[in-house]
């Protein structure tokens, strides 16, 4: 009897306990901070910081009426751009992908802009959707699947580029086999007689554009010697390079701006800067490029040469690095365009040439992706935004009725935004609202994983600690932000990622869907596919 009365008291004791240490988590998961102002005493929590201090953009901030309006407009404004569906023919297609471009980086890049309540350009596109990354063989995705996803229509495996995932990684007698060639949108486009092109801020050999003419069973195969490296044959796997300007795609592009010249140089051959080329065929394809060419085709290598470019240019090769572009930060604006500025050069070539029958062009704002696997989070964002500049001016300078831009990112990463900082708080600096168990503050922008980890942390007899974040400049655009697993390069993330979408049959961008599927719907909205839907070669849409 004694036994159950010991047993039921001990019952009781761990119901009550366990009430009470609910209680306790769930003010430890979600602390309430006492503002300035709203507390007389101040008090705060053990480990806070300074007092917050809330400054609202507008005194009206501090009323219901002010959100409510704001609720109101965004009202009206969904309603005025869903109402009235556009199913029109998109003559022309632009597809923008900031490669490694997650929600949280657009999150922290509007605080970069001015504040939480900023928004990128085309977050004011009327329809957003959610695309799923993964490879055929890999939960968490690479920059050469999902171009072959995005451009190809295909889910393929992690490395290979345009080609199916019957292709395995590095599998040159594979990447052979033409039927394991996936076509990309471009080429879909110039069947119907469109002009094209893209831009990318990396080299034009890297793995996202390399994914609108390039069929490849190693990314890294940019030129001959890479694929001598991994024991390939160049004359049965040719390198993207050779792709690009040999191909039946590669050959039809209008456009092709980026970076890359080592990749077509030889060896023996220097470019412009003092960089040695990388090929080992000897072969110059920049010169192959000239000589396939009219007069009316143009090679550029500078910010210069690509705005005197003439009016009567027909394609144009721009070539602005040895390798990879300048981030924005590090580039001399006298001798590197910006990408606003390559769209605008591509965009003019493009309408001219497409003698009415419309355009696609890829634009790829290729550096964030860098910035976040050194976890250089300043650069990430700033990149981030060069690039909306880039979609804003394509967006103000086209029309809604006949060209659809979709913008998306083919892949995620793991920087996050955390902590409970105060409204326009810093968003390079320490969280303003907590400190951390250590007693040291700790920073907003942080990666589960990378370079940065050895730059936070500090050994001290045997012991791993933090450095003091206010000892450190953050905003050196050089400054690795924290990660937490130490790693020599940050890894992708495998969650989804924004599709934003604007212009003729935009709406087809909504839910959440499989990235591959993004083609085929710009393909149904410009009459591309293979579908039955249009008439008279793709001009003209039929009635459904």
């Known amino acids: 009897m004694r036994l159950q009365v010991f047993l039921l008291c001990l019952a009781l ?83 923008f992908i900031g490669d490694g471009m997650s929600i949280p980086t657009i999150t922290a890049g509007r605080v970069y802009l001015g504040g939480e309540e900023k928004q990128f350009a085309f977050e004011q596109f009327p329809y957003v959707g959610l695309s799923k990354t993964y490879c055929a063989n890999m939960q968490v995705a690479d920059s050469a699947c999902t171009a072959t996803a995005y451009l190809g229509g295909v889910k393929a495996n992690y490395g290979t580029i345009g080609v199916s995932a019957a292709v395995q990684f590095k599998d040159c007698q594979a990447q052979a086999q033409t039927a394991h060639h996936v076509a990309s949108i471009a080429a879909w486009a110039q069947k119907q007689g469109m002009a094209t092109g893209l831009v990318t801020t990396t080299s034009v050999t890297h793995a996202s554009p390399a994914g609108v003419y390039a069929h490849l069973a190693n990314r890294n195969w940019e030129n001959d010697a890479e694929v001598v490296g991994d024991g390939g044959d160049p004359s049965l796997c040719p390198d993207a390079a050779v792709q690009l300007i040999n191909s039946p795609v590669g050959q039809k592009l209008n456009v092709i701006m980026g970076g890359g010249r080592e990749n077509f140089l030889p060896k023996s051959v220097t470019d412009s800067s003092g960089a040695p080329g990388r090929r ?153 609202g907590q400190l951390a168990a250590d007693d040291l503050p700790y920073a907003t922008l942080s990666y589960a994983n990378g370079p940065g980890y050895d730059s936070n942390y ?70 591309l596919s293979e579908r039955n839907m249009c008439a008279d070669g793709g001009i003209a849409r039929r009635p459904r």
């Open 13 to 95: 004791s761990a119901l009550v306990s366990g009430g009470a240490t609910s209680h306790e988590s769930e003010r430890r998961m979600h602390p309430v901070f006492s503002l300035v102002g709203s507390n007389p005493s101040g008090g705060r929590s053990k480990r806070a910081m300074p007092q917050i201090v809330f400054n609202a953009m507008k005194a009206e901030e501090r009323y219901a009426e002010y959100w409510q309006g704001l609720a109101g407009q965004t009202l009206d404004q969904q309603l005025e751009s869903k109402l009235r569906l556009n199913t029109q023919l998109a003559r022309n297609v632009m597809l």
């Open 280 to 432: 080992l065929d000897g072969r110059n394809l920049i010169e192959e490029w000239k000589s396939q060419h009219t007069n009316s085709a143009h090679y550029v290598e500078n910010r210069r040469e690509l705005l005197d470019l003439s009016n009567h240019t027909s394609r144009v090769l721009g070539l602005f690095a040895p390798y990879h572009m300048a981030y924005h930060l590090d580039a001399n604006p006298s001798e590197q365009p910006t990408l606003e500025e390559m769209v605008q050069a591509a965009m003019n070539v493009l309408e001219r040439q497409s003698a009415g029958r419309g355009y696609f062009l890829f634009v790829e704002g290729g550096r964030i992706d860098h910035g976040h696997h050194d976890t250089l989070a300043l650069r990430a964002i700033d990149e981030t935004a060069e690039f909306d500049k880039a979609v804003r001016f394509a967006r103000s300078h086209t029309s809604t009725d006949d060209t659809l831009i979709v913008v998306s990112s083919d892949h995620s990463h793991t920087m996050s935004l955390a902590g409970y900082s105060s409204r326009k708080n810093d968003i390079f600096g320490i969280n303003d």
């Open 458 to 527: 500090l050994r001290e007899g045997g012991a791993v600690k933090r450095k003091n974040l206010r000892a450190i400049n953050m905003k050196n655009k050089d400054f690795m932000f924290p990660s937490t697993v130490p790693l020599e390069s940050e890894t992708h993330g495998g969650d989804d990622v924004a599709v934003f979408a604007s212009g003729p049959y935009a709406q087809l961008f909504t839910g959440v869907y499989e990235q591959h599927f993004i083609p085929h719907a710009l393909g149904y909205a410009a009459c």
